[in-house]
Nanobody, 119 residues
């Protein structure tokens, strides 16, 4: 059974940084484009970042310049570096495998990790 697991969430002050990681079982992440999504209380889930299997990235306007996606295909890990965090970044963050870089429908979801930005 495919499982995606996010880690690295937590409580951070505004202006701080966190790095999220995404790992998978029963699936080789290196073969997939990956999306990072988030869902804040009372809001719809939104995409924040995409990374292709070769490392090309795409970001939502709300995080561009602050978040950086990367991956280590040798370790089959995908990362989301989040800098200059703001209270409005508070949400549950999910990684997900996509059908492809151009078909960004989600194939598998992770269980999510909470990120809270507060002083």
């Amino acid at each position: 059974q495919v499982q995606l697991v996010e880690s690295g969430g937590g409580l951070v002050q505004p202006g701080g940084s966190l790095r999220l990681s995404c790992a998978a079982s029963e699936l080789t992440l290196a073969y997939y484009a990956i999306g990072w999504f988030r869902q804040a209380p009372g809001k719809e889930r939104e995409a924040v970042s995409y990374i292709s299997y070769s490392g090309s990235t795409d970001y939502s306007d709300s995080v561009k310049g602050r978040f950086t996606g990367s991956r280590d295909n040798n370790k089959s890990l995908v990362y989301l570096q989040m800098d200059n965090l703001k209270p409005e970044d508070t949400a549950v963050y999910y990684c997900a495998t996509l059908f492809s870089w151009t078909d960004r429908r989600v194939r598998y979801w992770g269980q999510g990790t909470q990120v809270t930005v507060s002083s």
